[in-house]
T-cell receptor
Framework: ETGVTQTPRHLVMGMTNKKSLKCEQH?????MYWYKQSAKKPLELMFV???????ENNSVPSRFSPECPNSSHLFLHLHTLQPEDSALYLC??????????????FGPGTRLTVL | SQELEQSPQSLIVQEGKNLTINCTSS?????LYWYKQKYGEGLIFLMM?????EEKSHEKITAKLDEKKQQSSLHITASQPSHAGIYLC???????????FGKGTLLTVNP
């Protein structure tokens, strides 16, 4: 199994739809992250989980709802999105967030288009 | 908050040429990471530098950290088309060691 997997790889949804993004890590890590990558902008951290507990919410609108049932799985539930939410959503994992020299490993991303 | 500036924003080189990408931080660096990204895909970890003067290599890619200048450079020797992609630097800072990224450098290598 590759380190960090994400499904689906591509998603097109209307503004009234509800969908979920899934991330799974096979690295034995304890921290998981959601990032948003928009054109011509740096990667934006959205959420951080350590041992299933959310430790950071970077002022993300409530139409994005994360869920972390265990240290290996992370979901991002989407509802009533706006066209400006179209972006590449990246999941990452690391040994333990909040420490120096803690390398994050990324999944391939989900390309989301909101119509 | 920590900000990272990468230069150049984009770079086009002929295969076989050497090149350098720079990453400058607005604050003290506790760890500097280099990643490579193919368009529309995830980030691939290249290397992490943590001490001033440290230098690491990954195949034909070498990165150095100048802690005093709060800067890192990534050097590719004898570039190949497989080196093409977006190179991103990331740095940890602040009390929670949050990872902040630069906007990236788009590298094109012409055969």
């Amino acid at each position: 199994e590759t380190g960090v997997t994400q499904t689906p790889r591509h998603l097109v949804m209307g503004m009234t739809n509800k969908k979920s993004l899934k991330c799974e890590q096979h690295l034995g890590h304890n921290a998981m992250y959601w990032y948003k990558q928009s054109a011509k902008k740096p990667l934006e951290l959205m959420f951080v989980y350590n041992f299933k507990e959310q430790t950071e919410n970077n002022s993300v609108p409530s139409r994005f709802s994360p869920e972390c049932p265990n240290s290996s799985h992370l979901f991002l539930h989407l509802h009533t999105l706006q066209p400006e939410d179209s972006a590449l959503y990246l999941c990452a994992s690391s040994l333990l967030s909040g420490r120096a020299q803690d390398t994050q490993y990324f999944g391939p991303g989900t390309r989301l288009t909101v119509l | 908050s920590q900000e990272l500036e990468q230069s150049p924003q984009s770079l086009i080189v002929q295969e076989g040429k050497n090149l350098t990408i720079n990453c400058t931080s607005s604050k003290t660096l506790y760890g500097l990471y280099w990643y490579k990204q193919k368009y529309g895909e995830g980030l691939i970890f290249l290397m992490m530098l943590q001490k001033g003067g440290e230098e690491k290599s990954h195949e034909k890619i070498t990165a150095k950290l100048d802690e005093k200048k709060q800067q890192s450079s990534l050097h590719i020797t004898a570039s190949q088309p497989s080196h093409a992609g977006i190179y991103l630097c990331g740095a940890q800072g602040g009390s929670n060691y949050k990872l902040t990224f630069g906007k990236g450098t788009l590298l094109t290598v012409n055969p």
